[in-house]
Nanobody
């Protein structure tokens, strides 16, 4: 079974940067679309972006498009979320999720349309943006 582990979260000042990592320890991510999401207590989970199995990027939230960059390194079985010019409103728990496209209705160059389509989730990583 796929296990995902997020790392790289923490406390950062406004305007700073963080890079989150999502690593799979038991199964290759090669055939998985991987997305990043975030959630603030009391609010709905919000999609940030996804990278397909073939490396095509889909942005779920246009408001973060210029500050957040998703990438994948299949050799390291890891997907990254580079976050720049962070704002206090970016404070949240960040989750990565993966979905096997082979058993879905989308292709290797696509991503699931919403968070509920993802079958595998990490435990989350807290990001706090504060001075």
């Amino acid at each position: 079974q796929l296990q995902l582990v997020e790392s790289g979260g923490g406390l950062v000042q406004p305007g700073g940067s963080l890079r989150l990592s999502c690593t799979a320890s038991t199964v290759s991510l090669d055939n998985y679309a991987v997305g990043w999401f975030r959630q603030v207590p009391g609010k709905e989970r919000e999609g940030i972006s996804c990278i397909s199995s073939s490396g095509v990027v889909r942005t779920y939230a246009d408001s973060d498009k210029d500050r957040f960059t998703i990438s994948r390194d299949n050799a390291k079985n890891t997907v990254y979320l580079q976050m720049d010019r962070l704002k206090p409103e970016d404070t949240a728990v960040y989750y990565c999720a993966a979905d096997l496209y082979l058993y879905s209705d989308y292709s290797a160059s696509q991503c699931p349309p919403a968070f509920y389509e993802y079958d595998n989730w990490g435990q989350g990583s807290q990001v706090t943006v504060s001075s």
